[in-house]
């Protein structure tokens, strides 16, 4: 179900925001120039507040692959956290979206800003003590902005009615 997306915007970032906290990234799917779509999950999506946004291009290979060919993308936001699942499930109602997708379209890539880099590094800040860490995050400097044109509720029947 479509969301106005300038005026849930707010709603759209604290959802993404849970949804982080929940599963540590969303899932990017973008199409080939084969027409083959592919889903790339990405830990580093940050949005801004003018329904724009960017994420880290260290490891997203296909994204930039099919950006060559179709800047479209659609990004998968899903709330799995576990207390809110049971809540919503004993109270058979969700008290906001349990999933949102953004449509939107690949914009350049970049050095990120420092502002940008210090917002990836609070997110990562309860690892950075973890050997995995180091192997993974280093050297993330460069990012790519994404212009977001549409959002969608996901709709589970009677449980998402009220939204």
Sequence with gaps: MKINIEQNW???KMHFSKSFGANMHVSIASVN???????TPIGSLFLNDNQTGFYFEKFATK????YETNKDICVLAV??????WLKSLFKMKFPEYPAVKLYGELGVKRDATDKEYRAFQ???RQTKRLKGS?????????????????AEKINLGVMTKEL
Aim: aromatic share 10%; hydrophobic share 35%.
């Design 79 to 84: 709330n799995s956290g576990t207390l809110f």
């Design 10 to 12: 707010q709603k759209i």
């Design 134 to 150: 180091k192997y993974l995050w280093q050297d993330m400097s460069m990012v790519r902005e994404i212009k977001f044109t549409k």
């Design 33 to 39: 120039k084969d027409n083959q779509p592919t889903v």
């Design 63 to 66: 994204l930039n692959i099919n």
């Design 122 to 124: 609070r997110r990562i």
